[in-house]
């Protein structure tokens, strides 16, 4: 079992719209990281938040930490192609000496 | 900057053969740690170093598998005998310091086939 739910697992969308991918927990984390995986290759950060309500933004991705540090979104405004990827969450649970919780990821396909 | 190195970036192999994964840390970070990603089970960590003792292994599957970090720039993941579940892709990630706010660098993976 999963200590981190992803949702959605499989998202297909076209070049242009919005998208909202979700990690859930029943666990409180230190703090929450986005990773993003592309095929052939090791996951690469996106973003770390470590305050709950923390609201971050990267160009057209925008990350938020819920109150209770137990869950987190990430959105993405006007998708393009090269936002195509497995997303990745990963928490860190107190006094875990560094040790990340993975989500299993949600693969997004970003059509032209 | 180097980033974490991992070889081979593909292996093939039969079962009950030795397999040895290795990596070079990023110059500087302190801690390791390694993962199988499979479809099945996503991305799961097997054991974790800090400044080269191993901190948590019960990720580790079974006694076929083992890891060691002799110095601070090279780690091995070894599987002896191998078997064709343990097909996977095997990452190898650094950090800057072992707090759960630090980033992970993620080599390219070792891509490991067992026929």
């Known amino acids: 079992t999963q200590l981190l739910e992803q949702s959605p697992q499989f998202l297909s969308i076209q070049e242009g719209e919005n998208l909202t991918v979700y990690c859930n927990s029943s666990?409180?984390?230190?703090?929450l990281q986005w990773y993003r995986q592309e095929p052939g290759e090791g996951p690469v950060l996106l973003v770390t938040?470590?305050?709950?309500?923390e609201v971050k933004k990267l160009k057209r991705l925008t990350f938020q930490f819920g109150d209770a540090r137990k869950d987190s979104s990430l959105h993405i405004t006007a998708a393009q192609p090269g936002d195509t990827g497995l997303y990745l969450c990963?928490?860190?649970?107190?006094?875990?000496?560094?040790?990340?919780?993975f989500g299993a990821g949600t693969q997004v396909v970003v059509t032209p | 900057d180097a980033g974490v190195i991992q070889s081979p970036r593909h292996e093939v192999t039969e079962m009950g053969q030795e397999v040895t994964l290795r990596c070079k840390p990023i110059?500087?970070?302190?801690?390791l740690f390694w993962y199988r990603q499979t479809m099945m089970r996503g991305l799961e960590l097997l054991i974790y170093?800090?400044?080269?003792?191993?901190?948590?292994d019960s990720g580790m599957p079974e006694d076929r598998f083992s890891a060691k970090m002799p110095n601070a720039s090279f780690s091995t993941l070894k599987i002896q005998p191998s078997e064709p579940r343990d097909s996977a892709v095997y990452f190898c990630?650094?950090?800057?310091?072992?707090?759960?706010?630090?980033?992970?660098?993620f080599g390219d993976g070792t891509r490991l086939s067992i026929l």
């Open positions: 666990s409180v984390f230190s703090s």
């Open positions: 990630a650094s950090g800057g310091t072992v707090r759960g706010n630090q980033p992970q660098h």
């Open positions: 938040v470590v305050t709950g309500g």
């Open positions: 110059s500087g970070h302190n801690s």
């Open positions: 170093f800090n400044n080269n003792v191993p901190i948590d």
């Open positions: 990963a928490g860190a649970l107190t006094d875990s000496w560094g040790k990340l919780q």
